[in-house]
């Protein structure tokens, strides 16, 4: 299952957390079919965010070997745009290892485990470049 909690400084009761905490496998209409990767502490999904409002969230079905991206409005509690999925060349022991919001060019840069790389528009999540970096990539 993936799930957003979010968090701040001040304490809440179980109650107060639980009735801000998204369930994307509800909210989104999927499975819940992924399964962890014992030997990696790494969880299938990663967020960045984009203002204090706004969460870029990105997350790897690894049943179907899918990655989905989308940006979640934290104060109106929805997807703002379209969800995006995309199919992937990879096994299923792949999951999404960081993500990174560049401001000034208005992008968001995933990378997965195994090389696969996202550069996604922030304001048109549906505008994004899908690659394989290779160690050719890196010199």
Do not use: W
Request: aromatic share 16%.
């Amino acid at each position: 299952m993936f799930y957003l909690r979010t968090f701040g400084k001040v304490t809440r009761t179980q109650e107060e957390i639980e009735s801000n905490e998204v369930n994307f496998n509800t909210l989104l209409g999927i499975n819940n079919y992924t399964m962890c990767n014992q030997t990696f502490p790494d969880p299938f999904i990663t967020c960045s965010f984009i203002s204090d409002d706004l969460i870029f969230i990105n997350l790897f079905l690894n049943h179907e070997l899918k990655h989905v991206h989308f940006i979640y409005d934290l104060v109106n509690k929805c997807i703002k745009g379209n969800k995006v999925e995309q199919v992937m060349v990879c096994t299923k022991k792949n999951f999404p290892y960081k993500s990174f919001y560049n401001a000034e060019r208005k992008e968001i840069y995933s990378f997965y485990r195994q090389g696969q790389s996202f550069i996604i528009d922030v304001n048109d999540p549906t505008n994004f470049l899908y690659d394989r970096m290779t160690e050719m990539d890196l010199g």
